[in-house]
């Protein structure tokens, strides 16, 4: 089942070639697939910078993390610096309990990743158009339970011409149809790229 759907995602039609770090993102998380299966968020004690969770799972934060810290950027790195500056700026539920910035778990929070690209990423306004939407591009929904979620999208589109998101969304990394299957509240491209 896995190779027939490697070999329809293979067809599938691609967004216009984008050359340097927005098509080596979409390479880095597309390398995902297969090999972080597991979706795990539990809190682990990590390394910093260059930190990260074992290779065979994650959530959704990760694929995004793993894709630019293989082009040499580190959101880890970048989102504590951040946050130690600008803590105001961040969301802080009563949930996480926090005090101070955490190097283990900031960065594998959505809402942290939102905010950090809101603020040094290019945002787009959400819309349902396909063609606002390029190879790269980071989007952050609201699920229907409630919960945010994060994903990359990719070079290929759907027959019908939607492009394909990288993402995890419980069983590991996959690329499908899920772009316009949630509700959109952020679009974002970092590093900025003019076109």
């Not at 290779?55 to 130690?84: F, N, P, S």
Request: a positive charge; aromatic letters at 8%; hydrophobic letters at 40%.
């Amino acid at each position: 089942m896995y190779r027939l759907v490697t070999l329809l995602f293979a067809a599938s039609p691609v967004l216009p070639a984008v050359a340097g770090p927005a098509e080596d993102i979409v390479a880095a998380a597309r390398a995902q697939i297969g090999v972080t299966t597991r979706y795990d968020s539990s809190y682990q004690r990590i390394a910093y910078p260059g930190g990260d969770v074992p290779a065979d799972r994650g959530v959704c934060t990760d694929v995004v993390i793993r894709a630019y810290r293989r082009i040499g950027i580190d959101l880890q790195e970048r989102v504590h610096k951040d946050m130690r500056v600008a803590w105001r700026e961040y969301p802080h539920p009563a949930k996480w309990a926090l005090k101070s910035a955490d190097t283990n778990i900031d960065h594998r929070r959505v809402p942290n990743l939102d905010t950090f690209f809101r603020r040094h990423g290019l945002s787009i306004a959400p819309t349902n158009r396909p063609g606002d939407f390029h190879a790269g591009d980071i989007v952050v929904w609201q699920l229907p339970v409630g919960l945010p979620h994060i994903g990359i999208v990719s070079d290929q589109v759907s027959p019908a011409g939607t492009p394909l998101v990288i993402h995890n969304i419980a069983s590991g990394v996959k690329m499908n149809d899920v772009l316009f299957a949630f509700t959109i509240t952020g679009h974002y491209r970092y590093p900025t790229r003019l076109r």
